[in-house]
């Protein structure tokens, strides 16, 4: 059984950080071979892509809304993924999500991610 599950998440002000975690563990090295991503889903709206990475941690890509304030990162050793939020928006505001795909490369798109964690609070005040 895989499973993804996220921490790290919790109530700042605008203008601070969090930093989330996703400890992975699954069978094999299909897994180990991933591509992680984050995505975060509000009420009422569909769940939207933020950040995605490679295996070797040499791809990433960002949504143009995080760009140049969230950074992903990973750790192989420790089977975790993260992501560092910097300059925090109120429209920052969401549940995350962390997600792997049993593929290597990087995606935006949900689609192409078969397993989810449960997801983490972020609330950003103004």
């Known amino acids: 059984q895989v499973q993804l599950v996220e921490s790290g998440g919790g109530l700042v002000q605008a203008g601070g950080s969090l930093r989330l975690s996703c400890a992975t563990s699954?069978?094999?090295?299909?897994?180990?071979?991933?591509?992680m991503g984050w995505f975060r889903q509000t009420p009422g709206k569909e769940r939207e892509f933020v950040a995605t990475?490679?295996?070797?941690?040499?791809?990433?890509y960002y949504a143009d809304s995080v760009k140049g304030r969230f950074t992903i990162s990973r750790d192989n050793a420790k089977n975790t993924v993260y992501l560092q939020m910097n300059s925090l928006k109120p429209e920052d505001t969401a549940v995350y999500y962390c997600?792997?795909?049993?593929?290597?490369?990087?995606?935006?798109?949900?689609?192409?991610?078969?397993?989810w964690g449960q997801g983490t609070q972020v609330t950003v005040s103004s």
């Open positions: 990475i490679s295996w070797s941690g040499g791809s990433t």
């Open positions: 699954g069978p094999g090295r299909t897994f180990s071979l991933a591509t």
């Open positions: 997600a792997a795909g049993r593929r290597v490369g990087i995606s935006p798109d949900l689609n192409d991610y078969d397993y």
